[in-house]
């Protein structure tokens, strides 16, 4: 494996320091841990790099990456770096996340804390509902003192994500359950609608027997406990029969 670096040009010298740079990696790690010279990357001007497969248990698919250099009209290279890095086919940890990005609904227990940064783009100071200030510490000094309401609310931002991700989730419009369902929630008496500008396209279901009792439902949600659900005819329960009367109970009865 051969690859260069923008349009450097190969250094022959450099190039064909493999023992150079094998006896460089085998002062630091032990011979068992390397296996066969497994190509070079050309760096630029009179740098390469040479690998080596490694060898050594738990580290499948990695390299060993040793990098010459040789100076200007000199016959000879030097070694100016040994590490051991990840090759195409090896095995590495994902890419780290915060555990805040991690969470899922449901994942706090009682008792545990999720603070929200203080220039979190989903929320805004509470008196500008979206304008920058310069100090939001003293700003939420002044709110609370005057007693404006709650330092921070929705801003934009946090309103859309908020939106789309209940549009996107198992109250929107796409779910089984809404696609099954006989008419929407738009239509439905059991829908509280929400206040504000949520409020043309979400609401709440009051119904008891619904799945999403309680939950926030977009209106082309839907479910089959729609309050205006009539059952066909051919699901409606059989009638019963008309009572029959027992004369002969009837004629001992007289008797007595």
């Not at 094998?22 to 390469?48: C, K, N, W, Y």
């Not at 040789?70 to 090759?87: C, H």
């Not at 989903?122 to 920058?132: F, H, I, M, T, V």
Request: hydrophobic content about 40%; overall charge negative.
């Amino acid at each position: 494996m051969i690859t260069t670096a923008r349009s450097a040009k190969r250094d022959a010298v450099a190039a064909a320091a493999v023992d150079t740079a094998r006896a460089a990696l085998l002062e630091q790690v032990p011979a068992t841990s390397v296996g066969d010279h497994a190509g070079l990357v050309v760096d630029g001007e009179r740098v390469v790099t040479h690998l080596f497969t490694c060898t050594q248990a738990g580290y499948r698919g990695w390299v060993w990456a040793v990098t010459v250099v040789r100076a200007s009209r000199q016959r000879t290279v030097t070694v100016s770096d040994v590490v051991l890095i990840p090759g195409e086919d090896a095995i590495v940890a994902p890419a780290w996340v915060p555990y805040k990005d991690r969470l899922a609904p449901g994942d706090l227990s009682p008792g545990d804390l999720l603070p929200v940064e203080a220039d979190d783009p989903r929320l805004a100071p509470g008196q500008s509902a979206g304008d920058e200030i310069v100090d939001a510490d003293a700003m939420r000094e002044v709110i609370f003192e005057v007693g404006l309401g709650r330092p921070r609310v929705l801003s934009l931002e946090g309103r859309d994500q908020a939106a789309q991700r209940w549009y996107d989730g198992d109250q929107g419009p796409d779910s089984p359950l809404a696609q099954a369902a006989p008419d929407q929630c738009g239509g439905c008496g059991f829908l509280v609608r929400l206040a504000g500008p949520l409020s043309t396209l979400f609401g709440v279901c009051a119904n008891g027997n619904a799945n999403d009792d309680g939950r926030v439902v977009s209106f082309d949600h839907g479910c089959g406990a729609h309050s205006e659900v009539r059952l066909a005819k051919r699901h409606q329960p059989e009638p019963l029969p008309e009572p029959v009367l027992d004369d002969d109970a009837e004629e001992r009865l007289e008797t007595f």
